[in-house]
């Protein structure tokens, strides 16, 4: 499974950026989907996930407020709407796809997914 990511680049704090993930996948609407980030010298961090209806999401409580993911499964098609951007939103973004169910705990944790999208850069500038 091929997952796509874009949207990313340069951005001045308290501005927004959209992150688009899409996959060839015919499976995609049965994936639970989710997004992270990882931060030069830091370690991948979970940042939102949704599950395949779209009905529940999950965020980080840094981005709580902030970002909203969505989905639109007849467009193979999740997005991250990222407003109010800070500069420790600085980080490289990848989508993520789980085929188990959905379960908060297990969600937010990035050996529970199973497919990788290469990141896209989101740069915030102070």
């Known amino acids: 499974v091929q997952l796509q990511a874009s949207g990313g680049g340069l951005v001045k704090e308290g501005g927004s950026l959209k992150l688009s993930c899409t996959t060839s996948?015919?499976?995609?609407?049965?994936?639970?989907m989710g997004w992270f980030r990882q931060a030069p010298g830091k370690e991948r961090e979970f940042v939102a996930a949704?599950?395949?209806?779209?009905?529940?999401?999950l965020y980080a409580d840094s981005v709580e407020g902030r970002f909203t993911i969505s989905r639109d499964n007849a467009k193979n098609t999740v997005w991250l709407q990222m407003n109010s951007l800070k500069s420790e939103d600085t980080a490289v973004y990848s989508c993520a796809a789980r085929t188990s169910f959905w379960r908060p705990a297990a969600v937010a944790g990035i050996g529970s997914y199973d497919y990788w999208g290469q990141g896209t850069q989101v740069t915030v500038s102070s």
């Open positions: 996948s015919g499976a995609f609407s049965s994936y639970v």
């Open positions: 949704i599950i395949w209806s779209g009905s529940s999401t």
